[in-house]
């Protein structure tokens, strides 16, 4: 199994930062699993945030989050992080962490889920 553990959420003033990360374990988990983050607004769908390859060396982004947000992984720790900077009210969501054998920016391509860490910006 693979177990993702979220951390860094929180409260936070519009245009302030906050760093998400993602710690990985399991017997099954591979340093070779795409990682990516959605999130969840109350009220609506799970949506695409960031997603990176195995190596790091390839990354994507939704347009929303575009030149504000920025996925990175530290392969050594297990551990996948998104840097959140200029936070806007709409922004407010639980952050999921995900991991699976494709990079890509749809939630199916992704296998195991961690539990969310809620991040709320305040206007």
């Known amino acids: 199994q693979v177990q993702l553990v979220e951390s860094g959420g929180g409260l936070v003033q519009t245009g302030g930062s906050l760093r998400l990360s993602c710690a990985a374990s399991?017997?099954?988990?591979?340093?070779?699993?795409?990682m990516g983050w959605f999130r969840q607004a109350p009220g609506k769908e799970r949506t695409f945030v960031a997603a990176i390859n195995w190596s790091g060396s390839s990354t994507t982004y939704a347009d929303s989050v575009k030149g504000r947000f920025t996925i990175s992984r530290d392969n050594a720790k297990n551990t996948v992080y998104l840097q959140m900077n200029s936070l806007k009210p709409e922004d407010t969501a639980v952050y999921y962490c995900?991991?699976?054998?494709?990079?890509?920016?749809?939630?199916?391509?992704?296998?195991?889920w961690g539990q969310g860490t809620q991040v709320t910006v305040s206007s």
């Open positions: 995900a991991a699976g054998r494709n990079f890509m920016a749809t939630m199916s391509s992704y296998d195991y």
């Open positions: 399991g017997r099954t988990f591979s340093r070779f699993f795409a």
